[in-house]
Antibody
Framework: EVQLVESGGGLVQPGGSLRLSCAAS????????MHWVRQVPGKGLVWVSR????????SYADSVKGRFTVSRDNAKNTLFLQMNTLRAEDTAVYYC????????????WGRGTLVTVSS | QSVLTQPPSASGTPGQRVTISCSGS????????VNWYQQLPGTAPKLLIY???QRPSGVPDRFSGSKSGTSASLAISGLQSEDEADYYC???????????FGGGTKLTVL
């Protein structure tokens, strides 16, 4: 079964850091671009970051550029999101999602992990 | 404010046909294919329609998508209570160099 499972969320103070993980299983992880998408509870979906299949190229939304870093370990089938200098507005559920290149859509989503930035 | 514009809400009675619109620009919908995601309460988004009008395996043919110019729409026929969910359109934006979403439409089955 194709599956993505996020972990690492929690409560962190403003200015703090957190590292999210996304464990992939049931498919050849190294062949896919992967993304992070977040959702403030009760609000819409917002793209955060992407990383190409071999990790050679990354991209970020302006709102997180310079503070967040996406990476992956293809040997361990795991995607990461290092989040630094966190702000209250980063509070959201963070989803990892698999991207189908060539057709340009997310075909598999994880269940998400909640990040709460608050003092 | 989302790059793609959707109505915040839609509603219908069981058996009815409902459509949800999604408006963009030449940088996104006008150039790239549109996808739709369904998010049931308390769950992760699920791919509903890809490449404007294609259904993944397992998605009922009651769901259909279309695109014209810089707009797209999702139609749900034979509305059922289990269709009550949030629906999001999405596509690639060439100016932002990333995926963009609509603000979501909350569908209520009366």
């Amino acid at each position: 079964e194709v599956q993505l499972v996020e972990s690492g969320g929690g409560l962190v103070q403003p200015g703090g850091s957190l590292r999210l993980s996304c464990a992939a299983s049931g498919f050849t992880f190294s062949r896919y671009w992967m993304h992070w998408v977040r959702q403030v509870p009760g609000k819409g979906l917002v793209w955060v970051s992407r990383i190409e299949s071999d990790g050679s190229s990354t991209s970020y939304a302006d709102s997180v550029k310079g503070r967040f870093t996406v990476s992956r370990d293809n040997a361990k089938n795991t995607l990461f999101l290092q989040m630094n200098t966190l702000r209250a507005e980063d509070t959201a559920v963070y989803y990892c999602a698999r991207w189908v290149t060539g057709y340009w859509y997310f075909d598999v989503w994880g269940r998400g992990t909640l990040v709460t930035v608050s003092s | 404010q989302s790059v793609l514009t959707q109505p915040p809400s839609a509603s219908g009675t069981p058996g009815q046909r409902v459509t949800i619109s999604c408006s963009g620009s030449s940088f996104n919908i006008g150039t790239n294919t549109v996808n739709w995601y369904q998010q049931l309460p308390g769950t992760a988004p699920k791919l509903l329609i890809y490449s404007n009008n294609q259904r993944p395996s397992g998605v009922p043919d009651r769901f259909s998508g279309s695109k014209s110019g810089t707009s797209a729409s999702l139609a749900i026929s034979g509305l059922q209570s289990e269709d009550e969910a949030d629906y999001y359109c999405a596509t690639w934006d060439d100016s932002l160099n990333g995926p963009v979403f609509g603000g979501g439409t909350k569908l209520t089955v009366l």
